[in-house]
């Protein structure tokens, strides 16, 4: 397959997803962008801290940092939220693009398999 043919391929498959699914992968790139900046946030808070009550290390700090230290340290929370909205929002994007159907008529002279979650069980459904 040419490159150009797979770009093809890409589109089609991407044009054929519902809009929940491109909705859900471009909110997984938000979580993602917010982990990060978050994270960004938090790394140059604790620095701060370090430098202005620790003398540049955790060992001996002056009283007082804690304060400092937790509102950093709710960065670092945001920034792991951030990071697994992201993931899973990718992850639910990408199956579904992988599992989405285009064009029904094109399945129709071939196999197909779909993965199927419900209440206490998880799986494959296919047909031919």
Do not use: Q
């Amino acid at each position: 397959m040419s490159p150009r043919n797979g770009a093809r391929a890409i589109r089609r498959r991407v044009a054929g997803c519902p809009l929940w699914s491109t909705s859900v992968s471009g909110s997984g790139g938000a979580g993602i962008v917010v982990g990060s900046v978050t994270g960004l946030i938090h790394l140059s808070k604790i620095a701060a801290v370090k430098s202005d009550y620790c003398n540049g290390s955790t060992a001996n700090c002056k009283p007082g940092f804690e304060g400092p230290r937790d509102a950093a340290n709710r960065f670092a929370t945001a920034s792991e939220i951030g990071f697994a909205v992201g993931a899973v929002g990718i992850g639910v994007g990408v199956v579904a693009l992988l599992t989405s159907n285009p064009r029904r008529e094109e399945h129709a002279s071939r196999g197909w398999v779909m993965p199927v979650v419900g209440a206490g069980y998880a799986g494959l459904t296919g047909g031919f």
